[in-house]
């Protein structure tokens, strides 16, 4: 080897080495995820904490070691969420995970720069979360659970079960603006099916008990629930109440046929939930939200329960407990 070759080795050699010091820092590095929820830790299922979770680890992000999870929770009051979401941003954290609707509102007010990933919303269109779900723009993408032929599916469930009803209440908590677009596709299922559908509004405990005396005083002959946090939370009561008032209802959520509620069809939120930690990872390699697509729904699922259905009195045809996902007797 002569002498210039030599030099060229060397300062190759020189290079890698220095490099060291570089690749260590950046395989040493640890992301701060951030995640925003109106609802409590105490009160948010661990069906939903616990997908996301272990999507990230099966992705090879280990807490405390190269992740760092920043939780905010609005303990179900709207109203804090935008300074939730402030705090998020003042830590710097490298991308917020933003369940529901008034989440992701909250977080794209508070940053335009760092990435969001949307999980557990309506329709992110109608609620002008992002441009389309092929090119979201901006710096919001993620995961939606709702498609419009939801309200329509739920519908001919209700009827399926209790043919002989026409007028049908929709419970919705109106200060999530998820609500009005699923309750417009509720209105358009309606009237092609050819029954009466009209909301009672409902975003306290005491507001769910007016609910129900408005869907006695309007003659409803059942009712379907359109997802939002504290609804799920309220479960119990509206469940109770249900019971009370003898009306057959759907609900969009497992949990609420669990507490008691004669059926429940929706999107399986675990998977969603699931789905996130995909784009968060996809973000933290270096991806771009703005084109990376919104995914929206693919499995959903059907639970019964029969106890329910005989205290109302009601026979779940054969059709429907062949399809169902669950039965709970």
């Not at 050699?13 to 929820?37: T, Y």
């Not at 109203?79 to 909250?106: E, H």
């Not at 599916?153 to 043919?163: E, S, Y």
């Not at 045809?317 to 669950?326: F, G, I, N, S, V």
Request: net charge positive; charged share 20%; glycine share 4%.
């Amino acid at each position: 080897m002569d002498r210039r070759s030599a030099i060229a080795v060397l300062a190759a050699f020189v290079a890698h080495i220095s490099a060291w010091p570089a690749r260590a820092q950046e395989k040493k590095r640890v992301w701060r995820v951030g995640l925003l929820s109106p609802r409590s830790r105490e009160t948010l299922p661990e069906s939903f904490v616990v997908p996301f979770l272990e999507g990230m680890r099966d992705r090879g992000y280990v807490e405390g070691e190269n992740v760092h999870y920043e939780w905010r929770f609005a303990e179900n009051d709207y109203n804090r969420l935008p300074a939730l979401a402030a705090d998020l941003v003042r830590l710097n954290v490298d991308v917020i995970v933003a369940a529901t609707t008034p989440s992701v509102r909250a977080a794209q007010r508070s940053t335009k720069t760092i990435p969001i990933v949307m999980v557990s919303v309506g329709d992110p269109i109608a609620n002008r979360l992002v441009e389309s779900l092929a090119r979201p723009e901006g710096n919001t993408t993620g995961v939606a659970n709702f498609v419009g032929e939801t309200s329509k599916k739920q519908l001919d469930l209700l009827l399926a079960i209790a043919p002989k009803i026409s007028r049908i209440a929709v419970l919705l908590n109106p200060q999530n603006p998820s609500s009005a677009p699923i309750y417009r596709s509720v209105q358009d299922a309606a009237r092609e099916i050819g029954v009466t559908v009209f909301d009672t509004p409902a975003a306290t405990f005491s507001e769910i008990e007016q609910a129900f005396a408005t869907m006695a005083r309007q003659h409803a002959q059942g009712f379907v629930l359109i997802s939002d946090p504290f609804l799920v939370q309220a479960r119990t009561q509206i469940v109770r109440l249900t019971a009370k008032a003898k009306l057959p209802a759907v609900f969009p959520l497992r949990e609420y046929a669990q507490a008691g509620g004669l059926v429940s069809y929706g999107t399986i939120r675990a998977d969603t939930y699931r789905r996130a930690a995909v784009f968060v990872d996809k973000i933290l390699k270096g991806a771009n939200p703005s084109e990376l697509p919104v995914e929206l729904p693919t499995s959903f699922n059907l639970v019964l329960n029969l106890k329910t259905a005989k205290a109302l009195g009601l026979t779940i045809p054969k059709e429907l407990l062949l399809r169902a996902d669950e039965v709970m007797e």
